[in-house]
C-alpha cells in the first residue's frame, strides 16, 4: 500500500482529515485481455483469454485457454435459481484440438467473474484499502468487500480500479477460508464501449439447442 499516492493524492491514509470516501461509479460495458490464478492446498490452475461484461444485457462472457484446453463461459444475470446462484454455460474443448466438446450447464453460487454494475461497490458496502501500486497493472485505487457474508462462508475480496471516471476495472484478489483458495484476476488493453447482442447470442449447450431448433425444421 502507498502512503501517498500521484493518481490519488486525495485519497492518502494517514492523514488526519481523511474519512471514508464513497466508492467511485465503475465503467459497466467492458472487453479485454485477462488473466486469472487460483491456488489453494490442492491446485494450482492458470488460465488466460478475453472477456466481455455488459451490464446493458446482464451478462458476462468469457473465451479461455489454459493447459490442455480451451473454451467459452456465460453467466446470464437474468437467470437466477432461488437460492441465488446464477445461471453458467461452459463449452470446453480438450485435451486434443478434435477433441468432442463437453458441456457444463447449470447454476452457479460464487461466480468466478462477476457481472461489474455502475454502482457495484456501493451495493456491496465496499470500504476504501488505500492506493496500491500493483505488480502487473501499475497504481490503483482498492476497495474491500465481503461475499457472502462473515465468517467460513464469506469470501473476502479486493477490487482494484484506475482513475478514470467513471473508473475501469483493472483486477480483483478473492479468497475462502474453508480450503484457503485464491483467485487472483487482472485484465489488460481493455476496451470501454456498447457490446453487440451478437456476442451473447446461442447460449446453451449444443444438444439442448439442437434438440429446442428440431420441431422448426418439420415446418
Not at 119 to 141: H, I, K, R
Not at 150 to 179: K, M, S
Amino acid at each position: 500500500m502507498a502512503l501517498s499516492s500521484t493518481l490519488f493524492p486525495h485519497l492518502s491514509l494517514f492523514n488526519a482529515t481523511f474519512h471514508q470516501p464513497s466508492p467511485p461509479l465503475i465503467a459497466t460495458e467492458l472487453s479485454g485481455i485477462f488473466i486469472q490464478h487460483k491456488y489453494s492446498n490442492t491446485l494450482s490452475h492458470i488460465v488466460c483469454g478475453f472477456w466481455y461484461n455488459s451490464a446493458i444485457h446482464q451478462k458476462v462472457r468469457i473465451d479461455e485457454t489454459y493447459d490442455g484446453g480451451y473454451g467459452t463461459s456465460f453467466f446470464d444475470y437474468t437467470n437466477t435459481s432461488s437460492s441465488g446462484g446464477v445461471s453458467n454455460v461452459q463449452v470446453i474443448v480438450g485435451p486434443s484440438m478434435n477433441s468432442t466438446p463437453s458441456c457444463f450447464e447449470d447454476y452457479v453460487g460464487s461466480p468466478g467473474f462477476p457481472l461489474i454494475t455502475a454502482t457495484y461497490l456501493q451495493d456491496v458496502n465496499a470500504s476504501f484499502g488505500g492506493a496500491v501500486l500493483d505488480p502487473w497493472v501499475g497504481e490503483v485505487q482498492s476497495w474491500d468487500f465481503l461475499y457472502g457474508g462473515g465468517g467460513d462462508g464469506g469470501i473476502a475480496v479486493v477490487v482494484y480500479l484506475d482513475d478514470q471516471e467513471p473508473a475501469v476495472l483493472q483486477g480483483y484478489d478473492f479468497w475462502g477460508t474453508a480450503e484457503r483458495t485464491k483467485v487472483v484476476t487482472r485484465f489488460f488493453a481493455q476496451k470501454v464501449g456498447e457490446i453487440g447482442a451478437e456476442v451473447f447470442a446461442g447460449i446453451g449447450c449444443p444438444e439442448q439447442k439442437q434438440s429446442a431448433e428440431a420441431p422448426r425444421s418439420d415446418m
